[in-house]
């Protein structure tokens, strides 16, 4: 069960073979009790800017796309209910100019070649209902108007519904491919393991003599790069300045990568 979750076998047993390969989404939290349990990757990166030591991260991943879900049933139901309004009204409108030529008129016309008198009054007695016709015509619009439902933009996402995805590291990725191209060409495994020796060396601040140890300011670094990403995860790539443990899961991360065979022991005093 452990060797399908490296993350936690290196946290409970601090050891990881040559066939527990590294792979992306790894992470070292460091040793905590037996009893307590270890938080996932997500909960980690949402957690607080604290004091204690930074989760290294190993993942070379970009974030995959995201497609937005197809419209639910109702959402497709409120939108044609939306829709139907203005061809209510168009069709309304429509009803009611076929209704004002209606055989009243005819009526009027033939009356009126009997009688100017009467026709007279029935002319403004028609241009009365026309005017009434239309300010009823306008009211009904202005009300099917009112009755259209407004359309209200979606509240932005908040942090905590967004789907989270690991930070991408491209420096660790640029180191796979300058390893995979200036040490898998040497010949023979010892000028390999010695090559990648050195070159994990120079990407976490080169050798350093014991003596200078104490002026090797890896804390600091790993301070202003949380305090950087705003996050307590720091993906391997970005450490400049790094000692033993960092150096050791850096020498795994790539040898995996790449094809050579390596094991990976936590040491005491943050040793590995």
């Known amino acids: 069960m452990l060797d399908n979750n490296l993350s936690l076998k290196y946290n409970q047993k601090g050891f990881l073979s040559y066939n527990n390969l590294i792979n992306d989404g790894f992470y070292d939290h460091g040793r905590i009790k037996p009893d307590a349990k270890l938080p996932s990757l997500e909960e980690l990166s949402r957690q607080e800017l604290n004091q204690s030591r930074a989760v290294i991260l190993i993942n070379t991943r970009l974030p995959e796309l995201a497609t937005p879900p197809p419209l639910p049933a109702e959402e497709k139901t409120e939108q044609s209910i939306r829709r139907s309004p203005s061809s209510q009204s168009r069709s309304a409108s429509r009803e009611q100019g076929g209704r004002a030529q209606s055989p009243v008129e005819d009526k009027q016309e033939s009356s009126s070649v009997k009688s100017p008198s009467v026709s007279r009054s029935r002319m403004k007695e028609k241009s009365s209902s026309k005017g009434k016709g239309k300010v009823k015509k306008e009211e009904e619009k202005m009300k099917e108007e009112d009755e259209v439902p407004q359309v209200k933009a979606p509240p932005d996402p908040s942090p905590e519904t967004l789907q989270w995805f690991p930070l991408c590291d491209q420096e660790l990725n640029d180191y796979i491919s300058e390893a995979s191209r200036t040490i898998l060409p040497l010949p023979h495994i010892r000028e390999q393991v010695v090559a990648l020796a050195q070159f994990v060396a120079e990407k976490m601040g080169s050798a350093i003599e014991k003596d200078r140890l104490q002026e090797f300011s890896w804390e600091l670094h790993i301070s202003e790069l949380k ?46």
Not at 246 to 266: F, N, P, Q, S, W
């Open 227 to 272: 305090f950087e990403l705003k996050s307590n995860v720091i993906p391997i790539g970005k450490i400049k300045k790094g000692i033993f443990y960092h150096r050791a899961l850096l020498y795994k991360a790539v040898a995996d990568r790449i094809g050579i065979a390596c094991t990976l022991e936590r040491g005491d005093y943050g040793r590995a």
